[in-house]
């Protein structure tokens, strides 16, 4: 069983930073890719940004030259910087791993950013 342990959410304001972290209960390498999902109420999870074994980083485009996802092998937790904050960008943030044909998700923290 795999565990992902999800902190760094919170209440900010726009224009704002946080840092989210996803520990894995097990070394990061065995998981063809990692991630953030968010689901926004009464929307659906969507992909935020997911980074390879290999190290390929790909995000959404809402997204894109805001977030940064980056993961520490050592600490087996992968990390994702969110800057310049918008209200849209509030939602439950999810960490997923993959490796398959296995998909596991952590429990979600959450982000609210106000106006």
């Known amino acids: 069983q795999v565990h992902l342990v999800e902190s760094g959410g919170g209440l900010v304001q726009a224009g704002g930073s946080l840092r989210l972290s996803c520990a894995a209960s097990?070394?990061?390498?065995?998981?063809?890719?990692m991630g953030w999902y968010r689901q926004a109420p009464g929307k659906q999870r969507v992909l935020v940004a997911a980074i390879s074994s290999g190290g390929s980083k790909n995000y959404a485009d809402s997204v894109k030259g805001r977030f940064t996802i980056s993961r520490d092998n050592g600490k087996n937790t992968v990390y994702l910087q969110m800057n310049s904050l918008k209200p849209e960008d509030t939602a439950a943030y999810y960490c997923?791993?993959?490796?398959?044909?296995?998909?596991?998700w952590g429990q979600g923290t959450q982000v609210t950013v106000s106006s």
């Open positions: 997923h791993a993959g490796s398959r044909p296995y998909d596991y």
């Open positions: 097990r070394n990061i390498f065995s998981f063809n890719t």
